[in-house]
């Protein structure tokens, strides 16, 4: 019996596996919104356009950042993933202040 348990146990991903996959999904999430932006921008005035590709140029720094960040903290196993999940917070919270930033501009451009 304590075999099944101890296969069980091991089947079934542990707090940090499930916590990195969630972030996995987020971070697919934002890229996929940044792409969504950069067709946006494509169809944009030239002013608008200079304007958003530089907030996009941030944002997607920041979403590297945020990716190289989480991928490091996978590879080494001693890290706390409160800490790793603090820092990747600050830099989601980075990530959506560029987008809201790049968005509001492409707004502006489409009342104007």
Known sequence: MATN???????EPDGNTVAYDKLDHLL??????????KVQVDLATLDVREDVAKRLEV??????AVRSR??????DAGKNMATVRQSVDQLLVDLRRAYDDAEAV?????GA
């Open 5 to 11: 348990a101890a296969s069980h146990t091991e089947a």
């Open 28 to 37: 697919d999430d934002w890229h996929a919104r940044i792409d969504e932006l």
């Open 59 to 64: 944002m997607e720094n920041v979403y590297l």
């Open 70 to 75: 989480l991928a490091d903290a996978r590879h």
């Open 106 to 110: 492409m707004k502006r451009s489409h």
